[in-house]
Nanobody
Framework: QLQASGGGLVQPGGSLRLSCAAS????????IGWFRQAPGKEREGVSC????????YYADSVKGRFTISGDNAKNTVYLQMNSLKPEDTAVYYC??????????????????WGQGTLVTVSS
């Protein structure tokens, strides 16, 4: 199972780093996607990393501001979020799946969803 953490309240322009920790399996053999869902909106794919080859993918809305990375020693994937905007406010989740599917906005195959972490960007 995956557990997302690191959310909180931040002012516009601020930064947060989210963590996605795995228990019961080794992340290095999986691709991990970050997703978010704001109140009243559909789930949105944010970023994906293929831990086998290090390839990364980003939604257009976060390119240049967010960075996904993995630490195999800590069995954790991170999402560094900079220059945060109010529209980034959402509950953020991580899940295992295929970055190829992520690229095609096909999220049905993603699994091991854990509890999300709330990010609120507000002054």
């Amino acid at each position: 199972q995956l557990q997302a953490s690191g959310g909180g309240l931040v002012q516009p322009g601020g930064s947060l780093r989210l963590s996605c920790a795995a228990s019961g399996f080794t992340l290095r053999y999986y691709a991990i996607g970050w997703f978010r869902q704001a109140p009243g909106k559909e789930r949105e794919g944010v970023s994906c990393i293929s831990n086998s080859d290090g390839s990364t993918y980003y939604a257009d809305s976060v390119k240049g501001r967010f960075t996904i990375s993995g630490d195999n020693a800590k069995n954790t994937v991170y999402l560094q979020m900079n220059s945060l905007k109010p529209e980034d406010t959402a509950v953020y989740y991580c899940a295992t799946g295929s970055c190829k599917d992520f690229y095609h906005n096909d999220y049905d195959g993603f699994g091991s969803w854990g509890q999300g972490t709330l990010v609120t960007v507000s002054s």
